[in-house]
T-cell receptor, first 114, second 116 residues
């Protein structure tokens, strides 16, 4: 069974630009969550989508948004990029929603904002 | 407020030694879930175990074992006879809430170095 895939793996953007990251969950998984990992803040939960609806949300500004498609694939968008948005963005999928179950993570997208 | 504390930032052991990674959590909820994940140098987090707040049974999986104690709000992870392949960052996580309000909180991680 294929694991969680994320594209692109690496990205360099300029301050003020916007970026879209993509995540394909494990087949049959309907929940997709996004996390930001930085050396200073560690791993932080961004949001969770289940059946195309955002179910849970972390404490991030509205510049961070996402969506989920009918095939469970998910995209995360960050607008008006700031230097502090440089991070590893991890996507995880789960069979059930609600974050009470084990999650399977992708390799991440490393975003560098210059 | 919910919180997960992994006080050990980095641990170094020699191969075949036993090592325990500590995890202390804080929550006022009675229903919650605890997890351990491993992040090897490749960067991809790997799920190790999930435990709900009503199940205090300890668990053993090969060389790995977990000790859940609600009385001390701890969920510690022990690797027996460590191997070089165990070198990674280990994260403890807490999930608490209800649909729409779940919080998923990670600890800061413990970097384990197993030396040959």
């Amino acid at each position: 069974k294929a694991g969680v895939t994320q594209t692109p793996r690496y990205l360099i953007k300029t301050r003020g630009q916007q970026v879209t990251l993509s995540c394909s969950p494990i087949s049959g998984h309907r929940s997709v969550s996004w996390y930001q990992q930085t050396p200073g803040q560690g791993l932080q939960f961004l949001f969770e989508y289940f059946s195309e609806t955002q179910r849970n949300k972390g404490n991030f500004p509205g510049r961070f948004s996402g969506r989920q498609f009918s095939n469970s694939r998910s995209e995360m968008n960050v607008s008006t990029l700031e230097l502090g948005d440089s991070a590893l963005y991890l996507c995880a999928s789960s069979k059930q929603g609600g974050l009470a179950y084990e999650q399977y993570f992708g390799p991440g997208t490393r975003l560098t904002v210059t | 407020a919910q919180k997960v504390t992994q006080a050990q930032t980095e641990i170094s052991v020699v191969e075949k030694e036993d090592v325990t990674l500590d995890c202390v959590y804080e929550t006022r909820d009675t229903t919650y879930y605890l997890f351990w994940y491993k992040q090897p140098p490749s960067g991809e987090l790997v799920f190790l175990i999930r435990r709900n707040s009503f199940d205090e049974q300890n668990e053993i999986s090969g060389r790995y074992s977990w000790n859940f104690q609600k009385s001390t709000s701890s969920f510690n992870f022990t690797i027996t006879a460590s191997q070089v392949v165990d070198s990674a960052v280990y994260f403890c996580a807490l999930s608490v809430g209800a649909s729409g309000t779940y919080k998923y909180i990670f600890g800061t991680g413990t970097r384990l170095k197993v030396l040959a």
